[in-house]
């Protein structure tokens, strides 16, 4: 396998689903270093956004953008077993991941990526839709929010989560995407505590809470990663 491209502070990764110039700086502004993936390094550039790398299968990265970037900042993998998002995860590393892009108009793409999100759940990844902040939240979690931040969660199988902060309390529910979910929650103001029991539980927040959820997530604990080729 390729070495993989490290960063000390955060990598910003962006996917060719569309995203803005909004969202594209408020995710650099955590994560500093900007990685294209296939076509998002062609959405990058159209915003002015230069990645320090490409990577992905290449089957939309404009002929212009290769040219733009040179042949020493590619990483070309053609496996059409994994998506581009997968591909990405495996490539870098850094305490925190955001990504911007993964999650456009198409709801393939966006089902993918959650389940991309499900695949790794040893990693520090918040997506940001434009809409919401998605990430699988991590073993235990303590953020600060102010009162009525709508706080959602969406299990992805059966799954309890213990809560604390919450309008509605979560800890004698048994959550299950066939049954019981927990969208349109909201903090009742400071901190919010979630203990889920299992690598099972998406975490929607709004975008305006993504420096306290990207300082709540670096001094979180991560879920044990998972056993490869079984």
Same mark, same amino acid.
């Given at each position: ?17 569309? !995203?803005?110039?909004?969202? $594209? &700086? ?7 270093? +900007? ?9 990058? $550039?159209? $915003?002015?956004?230069?990645?320090? /790398? ?14 733009? +970037?040179?042949?020493?900042? #590619? ?45 790794? =759940? ?15 939240? =991590?073993?235990? /979690? ?26 509605? =309390?979560?800890? =004698?529910?048994?959550?299950?995407? /066939?049954?019981?979910?927990? !969208? ?8 919010? !505590? ?10 929607? /927040? ?6 306290? #959820? &990207?300082?709540? +997530? ?13």
């Amino acid at each position: 396998m390729a070495r993989a491209f490290a960063k000390p502070l955060g990598i910003t990764l962006v996917g060719g689903g569309g !995203t803005d110039a909004a969202s $594209l &700086s408020r995710a650099l502004s955590i994560a500093p270093s +900007l990685v294209g993936v296939d076509g998002g390094t062609d959405a990058a $550039l159209a $915003l002015g956004f230069t990645p320090e /790398l490409a990577l992905g299968d290449f089957d939309s990265i404009s002929e212009a953008a290769r040219a733009t +970037l040179g042949p020493d900042r #590619l990483r070309h993998d053609p496996d059409q077993e994994t998506t581009d998002f997968d591909k990405a995860l495996a490539l870098t590393r850094a305490p925190l991941i955001l990504g911007v892009g993964f999650t456009g108009g198409r709801l393939d793409h966006t089902l993918a990526a959650m389940s991309t999100l499900a695949q790794n =759940p040893d990693r520090r990844v918040i997506l940001d839709t434009g809409h919401d902040l998605v990430l699988l939240c =991590p073993p235990h /979690l303590v953020l600060d929010l102010a009162a009525g931040t709508r706080v959602s969660l969406y299990p992805l199988a059966p799954v309890r989560c213990g809560s604390r902060g919450l309008q509605w =309390p979560t800890d =004698p529910l048994s959550f299950d995407p /066939l049954g019981r979910i927990g !969208t349109s929650n909201a903090a009742t103001g400071g901190p919010v !505590t979630l203990t889920p029991s299992a690598p099972r539980m998406l975490l929607l /927040l709004p975008p305006g809470t993504l420096a306290p #959820l &990207s300082a709540a +997530l670096r001094a979180a604990p991560t879920w044990p990663a998972p056993a490869r080729g079984q």
